[in-house]
Protein backbone atom coordinates (compact mmCIF):
# COMPACT_ATOMS: atom_id res chain seq x y z
CA UNK A 1 0.00 0.00 0.00
CA UNK A 2 3.24 2.48 0.81
CA UNK A 3 4.50 1.74 -2.34
CA UNK A 4 1.46 3.50 -4.37
CA UNK A 5 2.74 6.64 -2.70
CA UNK A 6 -1.05 8.07 -2.74
CA UNK A 7 -1.18 11.42 -1.26
CA UNK A 8 -3.22 10.27 1.69
CA UNK A 9 -3.27 10.78 5.55
CA UNK A 10 -2.61 8.58 7.82
CA UNK A 11 -6.05 7.70 8.86
CA UNK A 12 -7.42 7.31 4.94
CA UNK A 13 -4.67 5.07 4.15
CA UNK A 14 -6.02 3.04 7.34
CA UNK A 15 -9.51 3.35 6.16
CA UNK A 16 -8.57 2.48 2.40
CA UNK A 17 -6.34 -0.51 3.67
CA UNK A 18 -9.38 -1.88 6.09
CA UNK A 19 -11.68 -1.69 2.83
CA UNK A 20 -10.10 -3.76 0.58
CA UNK A 21 -8.76 -5.71 4.00
CA UNK A 22 -11.86 -8.38 2.20
CA UNK A 23 -10.97 -11.26 4.46
CA UNK A 24 -10.16 -8.94 7.57
CA UNK A 25 -6.53 -10.82 7.67
CA UNK A 26 -5.10 -8.10 7.04
CA UNK A 27 -3.98 -8.09 3.55
CA UNK A 28 -4.48 -5.12 0.94
CA UNK A 29 -6.70 -7.15 -1.68
CA UNK A 30 -5.07 -5.25 -4.61
CA UNK A 31 -6.91 -6.30 -7.65
CA UNK A 32 -10.37 -5.19 -5.87
CA UNK A 33 -8.69 -2.02 -5.70
CA UNK A 34 -7.41 -1.60 -9.30
CA UNK A 35 -11.09 -2.54 -10.46
CA UNK A 36 -12.88 -0.23 -8.05
CA UNK A 37 -10.31 2.33 -9.52
CA UNK A 38 -11.15 1.92 -13.23
CA UNK A 39 -14.61 2.06 -12.31
CA UNK A 40 -14.30 5.84 -11.50
CA UNK A 41 -12.09 6.80 -14.61
CA UNK A 42 -12.57 10.39 -16.13
CA UNK A 43 -15.29 10.58 -18.90
CA UNK A 44 -17.08 7.70 -17.59
CA UNK A 45 -20.61 7.60 -16.68
CA UNK A 46 -19.97 7.75 -12.17
CA UNK A 47 -22.73 5.89 -10.00
CA UNK A 48 -24.28 7.82 -7.84
CA UNK A 49 -22.56 4.91 -5.26
CA UNK A 50 -18.79 6.14 -4.21
CA UNK A 51 -17.56 2.57 -3.39
CA UNK A 52 -17.91 -0.91 -4.51
CA UNK A 53 -20.32 -2.96 -2.78
CA UNK A 54 -18.64 -6.04 -3.91
CA UNK A 55 -15.94 -4.67 -1.47
CA UNK A 56 -17.51 -2.24 1.03
CA UNK A 57 -17.45 -3.94 4.49
CA UNK A 58 -20.60 -3.75 7.01
CA UNK A 59 -19.83 -2.06 10.20
CA UNK A 60 -21.14 -5.03 11.83
CA UNK A 61 -23.19 -7.87 11.44
CA UNK A 62 -26.20 -7.18 9.93
CA UNK A 63 -28.67 -8.94 12.12
CA UNK A 64 -28.76 -12.19 14.66
CA UNK A 65 -28.58 -14.44 11.32
CA UNK A 66 -27.07 -12.58 8.93
CA UNK A 67 -23.69 -14.36 7.26
CA UNK A 68 -23.72 -10.99 5.03
CA UNK A 69 -19.99 -9.26 5.28
CA UNK A 70 -20.32 -6.80 2.65
CA UNK A 71 -22.95 -4.85 0.92
CA UNK A 72 -23.10 -7.18 -1.72
CA UNK A 73 -23.47 -10.23 0.42
CA UNK A 74 -26.74 -8.21 2.35
CA UNK A 75 -28.19 -7.62 -0.51
CA UNK A 76 -27.72 -10.93 -1.84
CA UNK A 77 -29.25 -12.25 1.53
CA UNK A 78 -31.95 -9.96 1.17
CA UNK A 79 -33.07 -11.16 -2.25
CA UNK A 80 -32.87 -14.50 -1.44
CA UNK A 81 -34.86 -13.71 1.80
CA UNK A 82 -37.76 -11.42 -0.28
CA UNK A 83 -37.74 -14.11 -3.05
CA UNK A 84 -38.36 -16.85 -0.06
CA UNK A 85 -41.25 -15.16 1.83
CA UNK A 86 -42.67 -12.90 -1.14
CA UNK A 87 -42.65 -14.88 -3.95
CA UNK A 88 -41.83 -11.72 -6.22
CA UNK A 89 -40.72 -8.55 -6.27
CA UNK A 90 -43.27 -6.55 -6.41
CA UNK A 91 -45.03 -8.20 -3.61
CA UNK A 92 -41.72 -7.43 -1.69
CA UNK A 93 -42.00 -3.34 -2.43
CA UNK A 94 -45.15 -3.51 -1.34
CA UNK A 95 -43.78 -4.64 1.74
CA UNK A 96 -41.41 -2.25 2.01
CA UNK A 97 -44.00 0.65 0.74
CA UNK A 98 -45.82 1.14 4.49
CA UNK A 99 -47.32 4.21 3.26
CA UNK A 100 -48.23 2.71 0.19
CA UNK A 101 -46.91 5.58 -1.86
CA UNK A 102 -45.20 3.96 -4.44
CA UNK A 103 -41.94 4.89 -2.79
CA UNK A 104 -40.11 3.65 -0.21
CA UNK A 105 -38.71 6.17 2.16
CA UNK A 106 -35.87 6.38 4.40
CA UNK A 107 -37.90 5.91 7.34
CA UNK A 108 -39.79 2.71 5.72
CA UNK A 109 -36.76 1.11 4.36
CA UNK A 110 -35.17 1.24 7.86
CA UNK A 111 -38.49 -0.05 9.75
CA UNK A 112 -38.77 -2.39 7.17
CA UNK A 113 -35.23 -3.61 7.56
CA UNK A 114 -36.08 -4.11 11.28
CA UNK A 115 -39.01 -6.51 11.11
CA UNK A 116 -37.05 -8.52 8.48
CA UNK A 117 -34.37 -9.11 12.10
CA UNK A 118 -32.25 -6.53 10.45
CA UNK A 119 -30.08 -3.97 12.56
CA UNK A 120 -27.63 -2.36 10.49
CA UNK A 121 -25.41 0.42 12.11
CA UNK A 122 -26.20 3.57 10.62
CA UNK A 123 -23.58 4.19 7.95
CA UNK A 124 -24.03 0.42 7.07
CA UNK A 125 -28.17 1.58 6.44
CA UNK A 126 -26.95 4.52 4.12
CA UNK A 127 -24.89 2.61 2.44
CA UNK A 128 -28.04 0.59 1.76
CA UNK A 129 -30.22 3.10 0.90
CA UNK A 130 -27.42 4.75 -1.66
CA UNK A 131 -27.55 1.64 -3.54
CA UNK A 132 -30.92 1.22 -3.88
CA UNK A 133 -31.67 4.92 -4.36
CA UNK A 134 -30.42 5.26 -8.05
CA UNK A 135 -32.20 8.00 -9.27
CA UNK A 136 -30.97 10.19 -6.11
CA UNK A 137 -34.23 11.37 -5.68
CA UNK A 138 -33.85 10.55 -1.58
CA UNK A 139 -36.21 7.59 -1.97
CA UNK A 140 -36.50 4.43 -3.62
CA UNK A 141 -39.16 3.67 -6.80
CA UNK A 142 -40.40 -0.03 -7.60
CA UNK A 143 -37.76 0.23 -10.77
CA UNK A 144 -34.69 1.49 -8.59
CA UNK A 145 -35.38 -1.52 -6.01
CA UNK A 146 -35.95 -3.89 -8.59
CA UNK A 147 -32.68 -2.99 -10.74
CA UNK A 148 -30.67 -2.81 -7.94
CA UNK A 149 -31.86 -6.42 -6.58
CA UNK A 150 -32.10 -7.92 -10.51
CA UNK A 151 -28.95 -6.85 -11.17
CA UNK A 152 -26.50 -8.79 -7.93
Known amino acids: MYKMK???SGPQRTEL???????ANG???YISFLQAI?????GEHISPCVFDIHTKRLHRKAGPTSQALTVFDFLLELKTLLLK???TLRSSFKIFDLNRSGYVEETELRTSLGQLGYALSDQDFLDILQ?????????????D??????TL
Open 145 to 150: FKTTLL
Open 17 to 23: CNLFDLR
Open 85 to 87: KHK
Open 6 to 8: LPL
Open 131 to 143: VFDRSQAQRVSFD
Open 27 to 29: WFH
Open 38 to 42: KKHTP
